[in-house]
């Protein structure tokens, strides 16, 4: 089973409907993140939380929120979908500084959303 | 963000090793460097990270002038399999909520 698990892996939906992506991840860190990818290009960060009471925006977090329910949990919400929301969305954590890792980011394998 | 210059993409063909060139100009004194691989339709996996001089692993090579102005990955030996996006990222660790994802270089293995 994946450590960072991704729900759903595809949707399709109309513009204005409320849309939520969700992320668990078993790997016991404290950060979570959020990011989109367009065909082509990088990453860009829409949200993360180092922990459960610490969420802060990202790059591009215009039209997205998110709730982290718990230390294993981040989900991502659109609340009124837009066609240029259309992108691959990735979910990622990492461990909190001080920890004892390689500072690596891991991920998911992503949430593919289109909207109509 | 600190930002990072590199090619858009590479040809190779396999057996060969492969070298892609990061450009950092404005990295700071903290600052790592890592580098991450993406294939289509996956998330991106980290690979390697250094802070100066030459790490090695089980997969690649990265070496970084004394300037650290800029880096370079080795993929010794490539196969079909390496066929990817890689991405360069200079930050902080721990820090990623600053590292900056460009468009990475896109790899192309031919047989």
């Known amino acids: 089973d994946a450590d960072v698990t991704q729900t759903p892996r595809n949707r399709i939906t109309k513009t204005g409907k409320r849309i939520m992506l969700e992320c668990s991840q078993t790997?016991?860190?404290?950060?979570m993140y959020w990011y989109r990818q367009d065909p082509g290009l990088g990453l860009r960060l829409i949200y993360y939380s180092f922990d459960v009471k610490d969420i802060n925006k990202g790059e591009i977090s215009d039209g997205y929120s998110v709730s982290r329910q718990a230390q294993a949990k981040f989900s991502l919400s659109l609340e009124s979908a837009i066609p240029n929301q259309t992108a691959l969305y990735f979910c990622?954590?990492?461990?909190?500084?001080?920890?004892?890792?390689?500072?690596?980011?891991?991920f998911g394998e992503g949430s593919r959303l289109t909207v109509l | 963000l600190a930002k990072t210059t590199q090619p858009i993409s590479m040809d190779s063909y396999e057996g060969q090793e492969v070298n892609i060139t990061c450009s950092h100009n404005?990295?700071?004194?903290?600052?790592?460097i890592t580098w991450y691989q993406q294939f289509p339709s996956q998330g991106p996996r980290f690979i390697i990270q250094?802070?100066?001089t030459k790490v090695t692993n089980e997969v690649a090579s990265l070496f970084i002038p004394a300037d650290r102005k800029s880096s370079t990955l080795s993929l010794p030996r490539v196969s079909l399999s390496d066929t990817a996006v890689y991405y360069c990222l200079v930050g902080a660790p721990y820090n990623f909520n600053k590292f900056y994802f460009g468009s990475g270089t896109k790899l192309n293995v031919k047989p």
């Open positions: 404005n990295i700071a004194t903290n600052d790592y």
């Open positions: 250094g802070y100066k």
């Open positions: 790997k016991g860190h404290d950060r």
């Open positions: 990622a954590t990492s461990p909190g500084q001080g920890s004892a890792n390689t500072g690596e980011l891991f």
